[in-house]
């Protein structure tokens, strides 16, 4: 009965995670072809406005489009490159290793911190109990030592 419940809830969490995922991904290919639609467009514009209207030749030079259009093509390369090419190696599935990693070195690390604790308590324990032990010690002896004050007489001195 609970299991059935826990394996139903672990399918909801990993079907709303694929389908976050899926929707993501969409995104990213429909921002890249918007990308490239944008592309075309301003290469014929940048083309229309060199070559017909004559436009940034006294600024620039004449030609200026294909520049621009090079630019622009090298940008969207990079697009091409994070879209297809890095999320295909950089996906959930590469950060949930990394998140594992990093999770693995920091319960390394609190193992060996506390390990590191609880030697540090041992040692100030130890050095506690023998203070202690000599403390003891140095009164038992002293106590041997010290002469007995006659009660009688407090401001009477120790003969």
Same mark, same amino acid.
Do not use: C
């Given at each position: 009965?609970? $299991?059935?419940?826990?394996? %139903? +809830? @672990? #399918?909801?969490?990993? $079907? @709303? ?5 899926? @929707?993501?991904?969409?995104?990213q290919k429909k921002? /890249?072809? @918007? ?13 229309? &406005? +060199? ?23 090298? /940008?969207? /390369? ?23 990693? &990093? =999770? ?8 060996? #911190?506390?390990?590191?604790? /609880?030697?540090?308590?041992?040692? =100030?324990?130890? =050095? ?6 000599? &403390?003891?010690?140095? %009164?038992?002896? %002293?106590? %041997? ?15």
């Amino acid at each position: 009965m609970f $299991s059935k419940n826990k394996q %139903t +809830d @672990r #399918l909801d969490s990993e $079907s @709303r995670e694929q389908y976050e995922y899926a @929707r993501k991904r969409i995104a990213q290919k429909k921002g /890249l072809m @918007r990308h490239f639609v944008f592309f075309l467009a301003g290469s014929i514009l940048f083309i229309i &406005l +060199d070559v017909v209207l004559k436009m940034g030749h006294e600024i620039i030079m004449s030609g200026w489009y294909v520049w621009a259009i090079i630019i622009w093509a090298f /940008l969207l /390369l990079i697009h091409v490159f994070n879209v297809f090419i890095m999320n295909k190696f950089m996906d959930k599935e590469w950060e949930n290793e990394q998140l594992e990693k &990093l =999770k693995a070195k920091q319960e390394v690390r609190v193992a060996e #911190l506390k390990k590191q604790a /609880l030697k540090e308590v041992v040692v =100030k324990e130890n =050095k506690i109990a023998k203070e202690q032990e000599a &403390l003891k010690s140095m %009164t038992d002896s %002293t106590k %041997t030592e010290l002469p007995e004050v006659k009660k009688n007489n407090s401001n009477q001195l120790p003969e």
